[in-house]
């Protein structure tokens, strides 16, 4: 004897990956955004959970570098700063470039380190990538007030430049967004992105102006140079801050190029996303 099969009781909703190329989700995304707000205030706990100096290493990891490279490059090797104090040049340089590094990093391997959530529940995945380029902001405001401070030390005082300063930190934001979320998305097929990495920011470290002034360099090597658009970001830091020479029309490409690179690994982000919790 056969028995009909219930059938289930209310309205049943059928979640579905979207076919094609699918749009950026950004209505979604903002309907999310406490989850954004939990998942970045998430984030700064862990980072200093367990630590003895907690949220000082804010302070002290950028001022030791500073101190380092001020004694060995500043003092001993020469190393040109265009006439302002070493110390206040180099940890102008090191401000954008840290928050880039914490920032474009840890976006890099949320999705990975969020398995549990990214294969058990749904929500905009973008979320993923994104929390951590909020949490960073507060090492990055914290920093510069240190920045200030070094500044008022030395004797050092923006001028009308200082105006241009929200258009930089724009940039190393959507450079640092863009860079995170293709990664972000690549690191869950391949987990070679975990180990290339730190390679890939040591050298980037060195092709950018942070311990030492891009005026060194002359043409044509200077507008091959400025195609990495971490030189305008530093520069345009330098300049809004310090006083140093303007970052020229470089600034124009570099911006275009963030904004290409964000744009793009959002789109791609959203067409990766369908095989996350298969591979993941």
């Not at 206040?88 to 340089?93: M, R």
């Amino acid at each position: 004897m056969s028995y009909p099969l219930a059938r289930p009781s209310g309205s049943v909703t059928l979640i579905r990956p979207a076919g094609g190329w699918p749009s950026a989700g950004l209505r979604e995304l903002w309907s999310r955004r406490e989850l954004l707000y939990f998942l970045a205030w998430r984030d700064i706990k862990v980072r200093y959970k367990q630590t003895f100096v907690g949220v000082a290493w804010v302070v002290l990891q950028p001022l030791a570098l500073m101190a380092v490279f001020s004694v060995f490059l500043g003092r001993l090797v020469g190393i040109s700063s265009d006439g302002f104090p070493y110390p206040v040049f180099v940890y102008a340089g090191l401000l954008p470039f840290n928050y880039f590094s914490l920032a474009m990093s840890e976006s890099a391997n949320s999705v990975v380190n969020n398995t549990h959530l990214v294969t058990k529940v749904y929500f905009p995945r973008l979320v993923v990538p994104l929390a951590p380029i909020l949490s960073s902001s507060l090492d990055f405001a914290i920093s510069g007030v240190i920045l200030l401070g070094l500044m008022l030390v030395y004797g050092v005082f923006p001028g009308p430049a200082a105006f241009a300063l929200p258009f930089f930190i724009l940039e190393v934001v959507v450079l640092a967004l863009g860079v995170g979320i293709w990664l972000s998305a690549i690191n869950v097929r391949y987990r070679d992105v975990r180990y290339a990495l730190p390679f890939f920011l040591q050298v980037l470290f060195f092709v950018t102006p942070v311990i030492y002034s891009s005026s060194l360099l002359g043409e044509p090597w200077r507008a091959i140079y400025s195609l990495n658009p971490l030189v305008s970001v530093v520069d345009g830091f330098r300049w809004s801050l310090l006083g140093a020479d303007a970052p020229g029309l470089s600034v124009v490409p570099a911006m275009a190029v963030a904004w290409l690179i964000l744009v793009s690994g959002v789109f791609y982000f959203r067409r990766a996303e369908a095989s996350f919790a298969d591979v993941a």
